[in-house]
């Protein structure tokens, strides 16, 4: 099993060192492709100055992030990619625990792991929360898309998830349409029909909080269109084992005006929050699923936080 990491890049060369670094510091030999698209900085000369370390692909024109993550996987030949973009960057023992991971399950074609959360110093501020019962925990591709639509099923932004390289290519690649927004959790949807899901409960990427980040360019109201989108998506692809447990799509997408709206009101946008929540206010299932989302939640920051107490604790 070899892994390719491929490093998506736009004119961010001082973030972009980090990520390579990073990704070159592995404890487990890896191919390194920098995607770039079309940067105008000094990306290309840094990293062809790297030599044979990093392969180096750039787009003929500035075609977005979705478009470069296809390019660059289509560049690489590992049997599995581990995604960076270059404002994250990873633990040096990253894949080899993937590795170590999918080794006990080789029916899976998709991995992922927990994440800190840093800001742009790279101090911590949080860290994602834990999926599952133990520190690797297995997931039937059956079972996947209805622990997706009820969000027991997180994989994470794009620093925290590996996939097979046959399967991505298989499912099509990323959606151009909507591009750093949802477009990596739509991917996941696509290659869970192919195989298994691992999780690793580790800290083993660290992504970067700020505003600088490509989602940011999105407004409340378009990212809740997207993630609308993706669910019902998702919702085709549940197992008819569990047809009759999954809430009806309305009822889903009230869910989603009510946690949108607020995200709006901890950015302080009272408008925002308004507009968005208006139509699902009085809906009663929604507010349930509210309830059972915050509550799962808040379970994963207790237990989280417990098994930081007892690990750090001396024993004797």
């Not at 900085?41 to 180096?56: K, P």
């Not at 959790?185 to 990427?205: C, E, H, P």
């Not at 709206?261 to 308004?274: E, R």
């Not at 309830?291 to 930081?308: D, F, H, P, T, Y």
Request: glycine share 4%.
């Amino acid at each position: 099993m070899r892994f390719s990491i491929v490093i998506t890049t736009y004119n961010r060369l001082s973030l972009l060192r980090r990520a390579i670094g990073s990704a070159l510091a592995q404890t487990v030999a890896c191919d390194v492709i920098v995607a770039d698209d079309y940067s105008s900085d000094d990306t290309e000369a840094y990293v062809r100055s790297l030599g044979d370390r990093v392969i180096y692909y750039r787009n003929s024109a500035n075609l977005g992030h979705s478009a470069t993550i296809n390019a660059g996987i289509k560049v690489a030949t590992g049997d599995w990619i581990k995604l960076v973009d270059d404002d994250d960057y990873l633990a040096p023992d990253c894949v080899e625990a993937m590795i170590d991971a999918i080794a006990l399950r080789p029916q899976a074609v998709l991995c992922s792991c927990q994440a800190i959360q840093v800001d742009e110093r790279g101090h911590e501020l949080s860290r994602t929360r834990r999926a599952g019962p133990s520190d690797v925990f297995y997931i039937p591709q059956e079972d996947i898309h209805y622990g997706m639509l009820l969000e027991q099923v997180p994989f994470g932004t794009p620093i925290q998830v590996a996939f097979r390289r046959d399967a991505f290519l298989e499912s099509g690649g990323w959606d151009s349409r909507l591009d750093t927004n949802f477009d990596d959790v739509d991917s996941w949807i696509k290659i869970a029909q192919f195989g298994d899901a691992i999780f690793i409960n580790r800290s083993l990427t660290y992504r970067t909080i700020w505003l600088g980040a490509r989602n940011r360019q999105f407004s409340l109201e378009q990212r809740l269109a997207n993630n609308i989108l993706v669910k019902e998506k998702i919702y085709k692809l549940v197992s008819d084992r569990y047809r009759l447990l999954v809430p009806p799509l309305p009822d889903i997408k009230n869910y989603l005006r009510l946690h949108w709206s607020i995200v709006a009101l901890k950015q302080k946008s009272l408008v925002s929050a308004i507009r968005i929540a208006v139509p699902a206010l009085f809906s009663l299932p929604a507010w349930r699923l509210l309830l059972m989302a915050v509550r799962s939640r808040r379970r994963a920051e207790a237990v989280s936080l417990i098994r930081k107490i007892v690990l750090s604790e001396p024993h004797f």
